[in-house]
């Protein structure tokens, strides 16, 4: 499984930026994606994840209201929407997938950053 994000960037506060995730998978099965970001000297922490087939979401409280998570039903591909930006949302943005065919598998992808500052 691979899994691939691009759409970081340079933002003022308020601004939108989009992110988009592909994930390719031989064999694997897709079952979930999610959003994490990390912050310089913090953890990693959830932002968003989408369960496939019943579309389940989960945002964390801080991104509530701001941010929207959709996925492509197409193909394994999500996006990120995020609106009203703050500063203390800089960081960088991971995707992750959600696999399985004989056991389950995690797989996370290289990461994007993004940036907001006046």
């Known amino acids: 499984v691979f899994v691939a994000e691009s759409g970081g960037g340079l933002v003022q506060p308020g601004g939108s930026l989009r992110l988009s995730c592909t994930a390719s998978a031989r064999d694997y099965t897709i079952y979930a994606m999610g959003w994490y970001r990390q912050a310089p000297g913090e953890q990693r922490e959830l932002v968003a994840t989408?369960?496939?087939?019943?579309?389940?979401?989960n945002y964390a409280d801080s991104v509530k209201g701001r941010f929207t998570i959709s996925r492509d039903g197409a193909k394994d591909a999500i996006f990120l929407q995020m609106n009203n930006l703050k500063t203390e949302d800089t960081a960088v943005y991971y995707c992750?997938?959600?696999?399985?065919?004989?056991?389950?598998?995690?797989?996370w992808g290289p990461g994007t950053q993004v940036t907001v500052s006046s």
């Open positions: 989408i369960t496939f087939g019943s579309d389940y979401i």
């Open positions: 992750k997938a959600e696999s399985r065919w004989y056991g389950p598998l995690t797989t």
